[in-house]
Structure formats: structure tokens, C-alpha cells
């Protein structure tokens, strides 16, 4: 089992960056594909991003694709979700999940097995 701990969101201005992190304890990153995903209050939890074991294969969402990166340091156990050009549609709470089987519909929700507690992302205008 897998512990998923996000951090580094807050308040940003519009057109600004953060960086998101998911530390995991208890197993090996390495394991575990990983994703990313938000919330927003009264919608759904959508796919943001994920990226494979090895971290050589990455997918987003296409709102997000150019604006945000995800990469791993498996060394590090943790995995990053770099967020730039940050618009007003993007305040949600996010969220890192992991998956240890060998699904490739990165974009489910529901073949991620552990989920993180969230971080509240908010983007002012």
C-alpha cells in the first residue's frame, strides 16, 4: 500500500505558475503509474495528467496541454505537476492518484487504486 501526500497549492494571480508535488511513503514510486487530477466545486473530478512507471510517457488533458507539465523522480518518491499560464477555470482542488495495474485509460479515475488528500489550487483574476 501507498501513501499520497499533495502540497504547493495556494493563491495565484491569472497568467501565473505553481508546482504541485505528490510525495508517497509506504511503497516505491516506481511502481505505480501516476495521475493527476481536479475538482472543482460541484463538478466532477476530472483527468489532468499522468504519466507512466518509467516517466517516458506522459499524457494531459487537452485543457491543459502546453500549460502543464507532470514528471517523476522516482528517487525521490515523488511526483510533480508544473503549472503554468494558470487561468481562472483551472481553481480546483487536485488531486495525485496511483495506479499499480497495467491499465493504459490513464484518464479513469477509477483504475487509480490510492488517492491523496487533495491541495486547494485558487486563481484569481
Known amino acids: 500500500q501507498v501513501q499520497l501526500v499533495e502540497s504547493g497549492g495556494g493563491l495565484v494571480q491569472a497568467g501565473g505558475s505553481l508546482r504541485l508535488s505528490c510525495a508517497a511513503s509506504?511503497?516505491?514510486?516506481?511502481?505505480?503509474?501516476m495521475g493527476w487530477f481536479r475538482q472543482a466545486p460541484g463538478k466532477e473530478r476530472d483527468f489532468v495528467a499522468a504519466?507512466?512507471?518509467?516517466?517516458?510517457?506522459?499524457y494531459y488533458a487537452d485543457s491543459v496541454k502546453g500549460r502543464f507539465t507532470i514528471s517523476r523522480d522516482n528517487a525521490k518518491n515523488t511526483v510533480y505537476l508544473q503549472m503554468n499560464s494558470l487561468k481562472t477555470e483551472d481553481a480546483a482542488i487536485y488531486y495525485c492518484?496511483?495506479?499499480?495495474?497495467?491499465?493504459?485509460?490513464?484518464?479513469?479515475?477509477?483504475?487509480?487504486?490510492?488517492w491523496g488528500q487533495g491541495t486547494q489550487v485558487t486563481v484569481s483574476s
Open positions: 492518484a496511483a495506479d499499480s495495474g497495467t491499465s493504459t485509460a490513464y484518464a479513469r479515475p477509477t483504475i487509480y487504486n490510492y
Open positions: 504519466i507512466n512507471r518509467s516517466g517516458m510517457s506522459t
Open positions: 509506504g511503497r516505491t514510486l516506481s511502481r505505480y503509474s
